[in-house]
């Protein structure tokens, strides 16, 4: 296809280029920032194609020089966008040439300060969003230039909108490269698609990440696994039977805060949840804050399940002890810890630990919930809410770009030593079909043979997924969103949906929806109790 662009056009993919390494120099490079722009500019001299060409005259940058960060950011995040429309307009290939040479550049840039600080990951977050804030005919631009297209990728998004959802966005990494898409409407009422690379709430994908930090803090000999819980959190008066594996394994017993199901069908209630009989009430209180600490004491002061290590129970109570005793360990929070040694190391600029804050970045669909009220049905947006309620069980932000480098850095051994990484990946009997939990990881078996390392997290309203072979060469990652209500009335979509995605990339052929139902129930049903 031949591309025409003006010499205007090319200015803006100059200054937009340029200007984003220019930001990355200004936001986090002190007492180097020539270096680290020079760095940035090499990368963007190795492009190809137009791009390339357009990028080979270097332009004077006099306009950015000696500006403020922000007066930068004004000029330059909007050139961004605008850059990636009129390439996506004419050529999608190249849209997606310019926005993967700018992003090598950003971390080629990022790479060159000693320690890289918050404002750095803020900066390469906003040209993240910047450059996937593009539209060209009400569709974003990366989704058709992350590589070729798939149509059966395309047609099973589609369909699972049709069978009751509100928005789908999918990201599959493979053999033969990766996709990612979306369909839908980002929110009810509107025509625009849901964002391929928006923010979405991941749910129990937290608790991997959680595992994750826990366990390099063992491979530094700060924690040991299979030592009492109660050495490092004497406070809570903890069954010293109870080891750090217990918790990241859901076999310490513990009541889960957010209440039990039990095997007879009766329920033991925690905290308000906004499914069930506390739909409401959570509806009401969404913005309430819960200390870490007090969901704790009040799971403890409830009935174990079982003795410490007699059974395996899904429980938020664990992962909430193990994000306090990290950080009774390192004595800084979990947010802090998470962002050195986790999101920073692999680029992570879309991951989020949001503790108590009700934000989340844009840009995102929107998910909602109905319930009734004086004899009618109203439905409400409750993107935003308080995620204290289930802290580390399942608070942190991520995007399916994220999720989708996270687990392929972490099968690939690039944060844990191999070692830990197998003991992570060690299946314990959790009396589900081709399920079995590790420590902060479900390894379970599809269908057709494949072993998969996942997690997924259901939150009110939506749901992210992350699937990952054993050596990280082939993932899916995705976000659904839906109208939820306390009676869960969509799970059994949900399940089906979740099962055909994971079909579809990792068997290649569509299976019955309904041969392991009670396989794939486990994933919303444990991550919202």
Same mark, same amino acid.
């Given at each position: 296809?031949?591309?025409?662009?003006?010499?205007?056009?090319?200015s803006?993919?100059?200054?937009?280029?340029?200007?984003?390494?220019?930001?990355?120099?200004?936001?986090?490079?002190?007492?180097?920032?020539?270096?680290v722009? $020079?760095?940035?500019?090499?990368a963007?001299?190795?492009?190809?194609?137009?791009?390339?060409?357009?990028?080979?005259?270097?332009?004077?940058?006099?306009?950015?020089?000696?500006r403020?960060?922000?007066?930068?950011?004004?000029?330059?995040?909007?050139?961004?966008?605008?850059?990636?429309?009129?390439?996506?307009?004419?050529?999608?290939a190249?849209?997606?040439?310019?926005?993967?040479? &700018?992003?090598?550049?950003?971390e080629?840039?990022?790479a060159?300060?000693?320690?890289?600080?918050? $404002?750095?990951?803020?900066?390469?977050?906003?040209?993240?969003?910047?450059?996937?804030?593009?539209?060209?005919?009400?569709r974003?631009?990366?989704?058709?230039? %992350?590589g070729?297209?798939?149509?059966?990728?395309?047609?099973?998004?589609?369909?699972?909108?049709?069978?009751?959802?509100?928005?789908?966005s999918?990201?599959?990494?493979?053999?033969?490269g990766?996709?990612?898409?979306?369909?839908?409407?980002?929110?009810? *009422?509107?025509?625009?698609?849901?964002?391929?690379?928006?923010?979405?709430?991941?749910?129990?994908?937290?608790?991997?990440?959680?595992?994750?930090? %826990?366990?390099?803090?063992?491979?530094?000999?700060?924690i040991?696994?299979? #030592?009492?819980? %109660?050495?490092?959190?004497p406070?809570?008066?903890?069954?010293?039977?109870?080891?750090?594996?217990?918790?990241?394994?859901h076999?310490?017993g513990?009541?889960?805060?957010?209440?039990?199901?039990?095997?007879?069908?009766?329920i033991?209630?925690?905290?308000?949840?906004?499914?069930?009989?506390t739909?409401?009430?959570?509806?009401?209180?969404?913005f309430?804050?819960?200390?870490?600490?007090?969901?704790?004491?009040?799971?403890?002061?409830?009935p174990?399940?079982?003795?410490?290590?007699?059974?395996?129970?899904?429980?938020?109570?664990? +992962?909430?002890?193990?994000?306090?005793?990290?950080?009774?360990?390192?004595?800084?929070?979990?947010?802090?810890?998470m962002?050195?040694?986790?999101?920073?190391?692999?680029?992570? !600029?879309?991951?989020?630990?949001?503790?108590?804050?009700?934000?989340i970045?844009?840009?995102? #669909?929107?998910? +909602?919930?109905?319930?009734?009220?004086?004899?009618?049905?109203?439905?409400?947006?409750?993107?935003?809410?308080?995620?204290?309620?289930?802290?580390?069980?399942?608070?942190?932000?991520?995007?399916?770009?994220?999720?989708?480098t996270?687990?392929?850095?972490?099968?690939?051994?690039?944060?844990?030593?191999?070692?830990?990484?197998?003991?992570?990946? %060690?299946?314990?009997?959790? *009396?589900?079909?081709?399920?079995?939990?590790?420590?902060?990881?479900?390894?379970t078996?599809t269908?057709?043979?494949?072993?998969?390392?996942?997690?997924?997290?259901?939150? &009110?309203?939506?749901?992210?997924?992350?699937?990952?072979?054993?050596?990280?060469?082939?993932?899916?990652?995705?976000?659904?969103?839906?109208?939820?209500?306390?009676?869960?009335?969509i799970? #059994?979509?949900?399940?089906?949906?979740?099962?055909?995605?994971?079909?579809?990339?990792?068997?290649?052929?569509?299976?019955?929806?309904?041969?392991?139902? #009670?396989?794939? !129930?486990?994933?919303?049903?444990?991550?919202?109790?």
């Amino acid at each position: 296809m031949t591309i025409t662009l003006s010499d205007q056009d090319k200015s803006t993919l100059r200054i937009a280029a340029y200007g984003a390494v220019t930001l990355m120099a200004a936001a986090g490079a002190i007492g180097k920032p020539h270096k680290v722009a $020079a760095a940035g500019s090499l990368a963007l001299g190795s492009a190809t194609g137009l791009v390339g060409h357009v990028l080979a005259d270097h332009p004077e940058g006099k306009d950015l020089t000696g500006r403020s960060v922000a007066e930068i950011a004004e000029r330059v995040l909007p050139a961004l966008t605008a850059a990636m429309n009129l390439l996506g307009r004419q050529d999608p290939a190249e849209a997606g040439n310019f926005r993967g040479t &700018v992003l090598v550049a950003v971390e080629t840039a990022r790479a060159q300060q000693d320690r890289p600080s918050p $404002a750095t990951a803020e900066m390469v977050r906003k040209v993240t969003e910047a450059l996937d804030a593009a539209g060209v005919d009400g569709r974003a631009v990366p989704e058709t230039a %992350a590589g070729q297209d798939r149509p059966e990728l395309r047609k099973t998004i589609e369909e699972i909108v049709e069978s009751g959802f509100v928005g789908v966005s999918l990201r599959v990494r493979d053999e033969r490269g990766e996709w990612a898409g979306s369909a839908g409407v980002a929110e009810l *009422g509107g025509t625009a698609k849901p964002p391929v690379d928006g923010h979405a709430r991941i749910g129990s994908n937290t608790k991997t990440f959680t595992a994750t930090l %826990a366990l390099q803090l063992v491979a530094e000999g700060r924690i040991e696994l299979d #030592a009492p819980a %109660a050495d490092h959190l004497p406070e809570f008066g903890l069954d010293r039977r109870i080891t750090v594996r217990m918790l990241l394994q859901h076999t310490s017993g513990l009541f889960n805060f957010v209440g039990e199901v039990y095997d007879d069908g009766s329920i033991a209630p925690g905290i308000p949840v906004p499914f069930g009989s506390t739909g409401k009430e959570w509806v009401d209180n969404r913005f309430t804050t819960y200390k870490p600490e007090e969901l704790v004491r009040l799971a403890l002061s409830k009935p174990a399940r079982f003795e410490p290590g007699a059974g395996w129970s899904y429980s938020n109570t664990n +992962y909430v002890l193990a994000r306090l005793l990290i950080e009774k360990v390192t004595g800084r929070s979990l947010a802090e810890e998470m962002r050195e040694r986790i999101l920073e190391p692999l680029g992570l !600029s879309g991951t989020v630990v949001p503790d108590a804050s009700p934000e989340i970045p844009e840009p995102h #669909a929107r998910i +909602y919930y109905r319930y009734e009220e004086a004899g009618r049905q109203k439905t409400i947006d409750i993107t935003r809410y308080n995620p204290s309620w289930v802290c580390t069980g399942g608070d942190m932000i991520s995007t399916s770009q994220d999720l989708a480098t996270f687990i392929s850095a972490l099968m690939g051994g690039r944060l844990l030593p191999a070692p830990l990484l197998a003991e992570m990946c %060690a299946p314990h009997a959790t *009396g589900l079909p081709n399920m079995g939990y590790g420590l902060g990881v479900f390894v379970t078996k599809t269908d057709c043979g494949a072993t998969l390392v996942t997690h997924n997290g259901g939150n &009110v309203g939506s749901m992210s997924l992350m699937y990952g072979t054993p050596d990280g060469g082939r993932t899916l990652t995705a976000v659904l969103n839906w109208v939820d209500d306390a009676d869960m009335s969509i799970t #059994a979509v949900v399940r089906k949906a979740q099962q055909r995605l994971v079909h579809e990339v990792f068997c290649g052929e569509r299976a019955d929806p309904a041969q392991s139902d #009670a396989r794939i !129930s486990a994933s919303r049903r444990v991550s919202s109790r």
